[in-house]
């Protein structure tokens, strides 16, 4: 197993209108504040430029999506080019306090990234749920692999018993 992505190394997520063969966005469900809440996130492997390795990445998508109009992703502060350096390839960014993790143990274990506003309160499971739970995926089985399942079909419940319950941390 990959060592996790850790906090100062590089990831390169890939420009919006480049994404090609990525996943379409799915839907994240939560509760908070006596409240149901639901958003759309991007679901990456996304390459870690420092340890040459992969990782998962979740991605709010009105952090990653362009608008239709003029620049209104400019108003956007969390939007990932205020913080990535974008070239061809993508968008450089540093695994900083901008983005928080779950991962299944505190060795850092299936450590995924999620990259949103950090006052959502989702718990670690409902991105693995929703990511590998979805049949619109058509890659569910890389994110699985990358989350420690060879085999995703019928396994789902199984690997988010790791996360069930437990709030996403900070760097």
């Known amino acids: 197993m990959a060592p996790p992505v850790e906090k100062d190394q590089e990831i390169l997520i890939p420009l919006y209108e480049n994404r090609g063969d990525a996943m379409d966005a799915v839907t994240v469900n939560w509760s908070q504040s006596l409240s149901t809440k639901s958003k759309k996130y991007y679901p990456f492997i996304v390459d870690n430029l420092t340890t040459g390795n992969q ?3 979740f991605i709010a998508a009105e952090c ?6 003029i620049n209104a992703e400019l108003d956007n502060p969390n939007h990932i080019f205020r ?11 540093r695994v900083d306090n901008h983005f928080q993790y ?4 505190k060795q850092g274990d299936l450590r995924f990234l999620v990259y949103h506003d950090k006052d959502r309160k989702p718990y670690q499971h409902r991105f693995i749920q929703t990511a590998l739970g979805s049949t619109a995926l058509g890659k569910v089985d890389l994110i ?7 085999e995703i079909t019928g396994k ?7 996360f069930t319950g437990v709030n996403l941390f900070n760097f």
């Open 55 to 57: 990782c998962v990445l």
């Open 64 to 69: 990653y999506e362009l608008s239709d109009g």
């Open 83 to 93: 913080i990535g350096e974008k070239s061809s390839d993508g968008y450089k960014v």
């Open 102 to 105: 779950g991962e299944k143990n």
């Open 144 to 150: 699985g692999k990358a989350l420690g399942q060879s």
């Open 156 to 162: 789902v419940t199984e690997l988010t018993h790791n």
